[in-house]
Structures are given as C-alpha cells and as structure tokens.
C-alpha cells in the first residue's frame, strides 16, 4: 500500500495537510462573510462529537455488563468464553470514541503557562499550538485507518476465544466497499461463528482519531474566526 497515492488527482497529503490549512486561512480572511455558514456547519460537528461521547459511554457501560456477566458465570460454573477479550475491545472503544467528544469539553491536557503573556500572543500561539496538533492528528488517524486496511489484507485474526457471528463482518464490510459489491459478501455469509478478525475491534481507533483530526482541525478555524477558543473546560464545584 502506498503511503500517500493519489485520490482524485492530488496526493493524499495535500488532501490531508495542505486543503485543511488553506481552508483555515480563508476562514480567517473572510470570516465576517463566512460566519453564518460556519455557524451552521458547528452546530452539526458538536452534534457529532457529543454522539461519539454517548457512544463511548455505552462501551463503557458494556465493560461493566461484561465483568458482572464474568461474575454471574463464574458463580454458575458456566465458561464464558471471549469475555476478557471483548472487554478489551469495548475499553478501547470508549478511549478512542471519547477523544474528539473530550477535546471538545477541555478535557486534554494543555499547557497554557505561555497563553498567559497577552491577548494577542495568546490568540497566535494557540493557533500555531493548534495547527501542530491537527497535523499530528491528521497522522495518527491516517494510519490508524492503514492498519485497518492491512490487518484486513493480511486476514490477521484474533489469538484469544472470542468468536462472533460471520455476518456482523459482512455488515461492517459494506461500509468499506462500493455498493455494487454488496450482493457478492451476503452471498459468501454464512451462519457460522468465526474468531473476529482483528480490523473489526479497531475499527473504533479509527474512527476516533479522525473524529480528533476533525475537532482539532474545527476547532482551529473557530479560533482564527473568533479570536477565541471554543474549548471550554467544564467547572466542577
């Protein structure tokens, strides 16, 4: 797989680094112009966000049933095979579903002790703080998505006891192939248990840290439109 082939003729990290950039810039140069629509555009991202946090929570929530499932089969003498495998897989989830939801909230770190000197430098140094951070962002879900593809091609599968029906596969393939492909996966699924197959429990990293690519990357532009960042911590009395 090459790293950064083209899609639609241009290299994918113009499409990744270079669009994204240039669309913060013209944000800021026509941002009096721009306010409605972006108004809009943030109302559907924090939407978003908030949807990948309750989605989190709900993994989160899945650990637990999982532990109290362990319990309720220990004291019945009953084996509950891929229980701790799954829990691992729903712990995941809840980190990576939670990232663009937390970021959003104030809930990551960030040193500030420079943000302290004044208005202006503050504004300019968390952009520039910023703009790092959605290039680093960027990276992380770009091959957090490439690991998906190769753990794919590669029919890596799980080393432990879990198994999952074949057509929970067949349904989350159809989102990772043309439409027209879909009437030859159902054709192929059986009824059959299989151990899971490795890209399915990372499919949550992958959609988190885009999900974080894309708060980051929002968030900059609503700085450079505002003049102040709209993460916002949340006061705990």
Not at 165 to 190: C, N, R
Request: hydrophobic share 55%.
């Amino acid at each position: 797989m090459s790293d950064w082939s083209p899609f639609l003729g241009l290299p994918l990290w113009v499409w990744l680094f270079v669009i994204p950039t240039a669309l913060a810039a013209v944000a800021r140069l026509q941002r009096a112009r721009l306010m409605p629509f972006l108004l809009r555009i943030w109302r559907v991202l924090d939407a978003v966000y908030l949807a990948s946090g309750v989605l989190a929570a709900v993994f989160m929530v899945t650990i637990l049933l999982l532990i109290v499932g362990q319990m309720g089969a220990r004291w019945a003498g009953i084996t509950f095979e891929g229980s701790t495998e799954f829990a691992g897989y729903a712990m995941a989830a809840t980190s990576f579903f939670a990232l663009a939801h937390a970021f959003s909230r104030g809930a990551h770190i960030r040193v500030s002790i420079l943000l302290n000197l004044n208005s202006f430098t503050r504004m300019w140094l968390d952009a520039g703080a910023m703009l790092v951070a959605a290039i680093i962002a960027t990276y992380f879900a770009r091959y957090a998505v490439k690991t998906n593809f190769l753990s794919e091609i590669l029919n890596d599968r799980t080393q432990g006891q879990d198994q999952i029906p074949e057509w929970v596969v067949s349904f989350l393939s159809m989102f990772g192939t043309a439409p027209g492909d879909w009437v030859a996966i159902w054709e192929k699924t059986g009824d059959a248990w299989i151990y899971t197959p490795v890209w399915v429990p990372q499919l949550p990293m992958s959609v988190g840290t885009i999900l974080l690519a894309i708060a980051v990357w929002d968030h900059l532009i609503r700085l450079l439109v505002t003049d102040e960042t709209a993460i916002k911590g949340e006061t705990v009395e």
